[in-house]
């Protein structure tokens, strides 16, 4: 029996670890808002092109995914801003909602693409690209650190 009890109970409190360390990300913004006002916190809008953009893929291995983003986590009401290639990974009505996000946070269409807004939606800071402070999670962390104490 205590051969059977201790595996279980490994999987048991592996299984509520990675659960713990699963973000919770807002996808509607009208939401979104109304939980950073209440909260008085900052949007963080992240754009990604998780089924096509390979710049997407390391950056959320390389930073979103990490311990360190984790803490972040608690300063900032977090909104995904999903485009994929494949339309059928996310619904049309969530498809048409993140194309205007896009239009108006992320006129350029970079990928990845991080803008920090207030409850407004009014921006605060912003950073584009898998380019020099984005490719240095150090960096980026500081401008999470900088923005949060800021607001």
Request: hydrophobic fraction near 40%; charged fraction near 30%.
């Amino acid at each position: 029996m205590k051969k059977l009890i201790v595996p279980l109970l490994i999987i048991l409190s592996y299984n509520c670890y990675a659960q713990q360390n699963e973000l919770s990300w807002f996808t509607d913004f009208d939401v979104a808002k109304r939980v950073s006002k209440d909260r008085n916190k900052p949007i963080l809008l992240y754009f990604t092109g998780r089924d096509w953009s390979v710049a997407c893929r390391d950056f959320r291995t390389e930073v979103i995914e990490t311990i360190k983003f984790e803490q972040f986590t608690d300063k900032f009401i977090l909104q995904k801003v999903d485009i994929p290639k494949n339309e059928d990974l996310i619904s049309k009505k969530l498809l048409k909602a993140n194309k205007k996000l896009l239009k108006k946070y992320n006129k350029e269409k970079t990928f990845p693409f991080m803008v920090v807004v207030n409850h407004e939606g009014n921006i605060v800071a912003e950073e584009g690209g898998y380019r020099a402070s984005l490719r240095d999670p150090e960096r980026f962390f500081s401008l999470l650190e900088t923005t949060s104490n800021n607001y």
